[in-house]
């Protein structure tokens, strides 16, 4: 078999957002070595040998509308995956990097992209929960421009408090309420997003900095662990843990699967999931298991 036929990406078009480090760049690798064409962009300088690199800061409109303006006029699959990590005063930056911008390229560039095209996100298991802010997510999709949007945040910050979990629940939502919209279902357009847990990018001190309250790099990355780590003796995943799972999927490999938010965390949220369903159903998995057996 094939392997690269059965990837799909020779010769095709792609376009990868966030490429100069982490995930992306690990996705990035993968994409150049299955024969994609691809259109890379980041703020920061791209050192990977792509048809063309965009260095471009993506919270800022002008500047997505001019790399818009010189990209491909076919894009096969799309990839979403720049962000950034959440300081105090920053609510309105997180939410136009990790998420805004992504949903206004997404619906510039959807004209472009192909029949059966991709679109993949990197959301987070930050945005575990997305169904609890759906209908206000959904209110800011719905609004038809940028300044509409901006606007919206700016009356709305009791839910750009909680910054970056608001901007992947907002994420996560897109995902699941545009799979069968029109715009999509009509030409087959696939949407998905995969969902990392802790993972040692370029972000991971950023991240360590921001969650301990006095900003100690130490403390916070005991916090992490705290939360993602230690209840399953885990440890932290790779770059490629994340970006070779997510080209797979932008893939002919997952030509069948869309509105997907696929975690990938080694099974920390379905734990997640599971123990709040036992709870909520006041009943232990022994208690389960000796019912079964009875
Ligand atoms: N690292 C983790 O533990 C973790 C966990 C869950 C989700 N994520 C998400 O994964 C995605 C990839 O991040 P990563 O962890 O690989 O970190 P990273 O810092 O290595 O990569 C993020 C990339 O986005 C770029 N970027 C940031 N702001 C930008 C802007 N305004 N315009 C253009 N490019 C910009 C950065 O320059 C960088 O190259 C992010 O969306 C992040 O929220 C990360």
Redesign the pocket.
Known sequence: MDLKKLFGYQGKTVVI?????????SATELLLELGAEVYA????PIDLPVKKAFQ?????KEEIDKVIEELPKKIDALFL?????YFPGKELLVQ???FY?QKYMTEQLLERISDHGSVTY?????GFGWQQVYSQAVELINLPTWEDAMKWYEEHPELIQSA?VFA?QCLESYVTYKCMSKEFIDRKIRINAI??????????E??NKSTSPNGDVKEGEEMISNIFLKSWNGY??E?ED?GYPMVVIGSDICSYMSGQLIYIDFGLTSSWTSGALLQANQKTIEEISKEAND
Request: with cysteine; hydrophobic share 30%; proline share 4%.
């Open positions: 957002t966030g490429s100069a480090s982490g995930m992306s760049k962009i980041d703020i920061n471009a800061d993506l919270s800022k995956c720049h962000g950034i990590a136009k990097v990790n911008s990197i959301s987070s298991v930050g970056y992947k969902n990392p847990g802790d993972t040692t990018t370029g972000l991971t950023d991240f932290a995943a770059p994340m």
